[in-house]
């Protein structure tokens, strides 16, 4: 459907767990003693009638995330459920990769098409210094299940850190060069932990990456349901992105509404207003009435985040508004 900007929201990403067995920095504390019991996050039967709803409202995207997904028993079953609703023709994963060489075989046998692998770092000690845990080993055969798959769409996501995994964008930029994956940059968003981390620009990593592999074409045209822009560097099979919040705000072409674990629809990243879904899900309410409120909340999706300049120093939005929810809660 349209919201009140004539934005087509058609792109929903859905959070099935807080929990993580990483502790990124940026995104999660480290004793973080905050979490959602299981009695407050929503079943997958409850996922999946949201999601129903939610398509007959035009969403046809789904990417499942987190905290890390891949926690949550038997994710095949709600994928399966997910692929299985009419006018849902895409449901894909964002993972930090721990677990997924087991998992990818029911994955891909339950419908996944694509997969984003977060990975900030290729040095085993940063990883561990990065996330907290020493599982560089267990994410990198993730990596590689992931590409015996000639099907599955494989990606993977780095947030640029000035000053911290500079000396890796080269290293990780590699992987685009010599498999066909894509390589994709992020701008630390001010958001939770994030806040107060250095922010590798799109203009600084890229031309880091020229110096090292020369000048890249600009590609137009879409290649996922997001944001990010692609350039093709030569000789390289895969491309690189650049998902750029800050230096390039994207919200005019935002297709996207996120659910939280325990059924928040939040219709923008940065502010907290939204509908708590759980609440009319297990009050008895009608589809009809969850259709109305689910309407309602697409159709007030806030014209643009107000993320103030590469400087990261925070918010500029009402303060009444503004979303302290970290990451990890959000699912990114
Ligand atoms: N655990 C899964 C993972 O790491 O892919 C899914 C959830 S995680 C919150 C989703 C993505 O958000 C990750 O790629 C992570 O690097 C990114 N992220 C977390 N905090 C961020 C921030 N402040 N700015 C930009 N990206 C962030
Ligand atoms: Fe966990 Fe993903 Fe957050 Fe890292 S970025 S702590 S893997 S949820």
New binding site residues.
């Given amino acids: 459907m349209l919201d009140q900007y004539g934005r087509t929201i058609e792109y929903l990403r859905v959070s099935v767990t807080d929990k ?1 067995n ?1 502790r ?1 920095r ?2 999660m504390p480290k004793d973080e003693g905050n979490l959602l019991s299981h009695g407050q996050i929503l079943s997958y039967d409850e996922i999946e009638r949201v999601v129903r709803l939610c398509a007959k409202m035009g969403i046809s995207k789904v990417k499942l ?5 891949l926690l949550r028993k038997d994710l095949c079953s709600l994928l399966r459920k997910l692929k299985a609703i009419e006018g849902i023709d895409d449901v894909t994963l ?3 990769g721990v677990l997924l060489e087991s998992q990818i075989p029911g994955l891909v046998d339950a419908g996944l098409t694509a997969v ?1 692998i ?1 990975l ?1 770092t290729l040095d085993k000690a940063q990883y561990e210094a990065f996330t907290r845990r020493n599982q560089l080993e267990d994410a990198l055969k993730g990596l590689k299940a992931a590409l015996l798959y000639p099907q599955l769409k494989v990606k993977i ?1 780095c ?1 640029a850190l000035l000053g911290k995994n500079e000396e890796q964008w080269e290293k990780l930029a590699m992987f685009a060069k010599e498999t066909p994956v894509d390589v994709r940059f ?7 932990i ?1 806040k107060s981390d250095p922010n590798g620009s799109e203009k600084i990593v890229y031309e880091r990456l020229v110096q090292a592999f020369g000048e890249a074409e600009n590609l137009t045209g879409t290649f996922g349901n997001g944001p990010a822009v692609y350039k093709q560097f030569p000789g390289f099979k895969g491309k690189i992105g650049f998902i750029s919040a800050i230096s390039h705000q994207f919200c005019e072409e935002c297709n996207r509404v996120r659910l939280t674990a325990d059924g928040f629809l939040k219709p923008c990243l940065q502010y907290s207003i939204g509908t708590d879904l759980k609440e009319l899900l297990r009050s008895g309410t009608s589809d009809q009435e969850i259709l109305e409120a689910i309407k309602e909340t697409i159709y007030q999706k806030p014209r643009s985040h107000q993320f103030k300049n590469s400087e990261n120093e925070g918010c500029m939005c009402d303060a009444m508004q503004e979303e302290h929810r970290k ?2 809660s959000i ?2």
């Fill in positions: 993580c990483l990124c940026y995104c995330t987190g905290g890390e997904p964002t993972t930090n984003n977060s900030d996501n947030v992020i701008e630390m968003m001010p958001i939770g994030g990451m990890f699912g990114g």
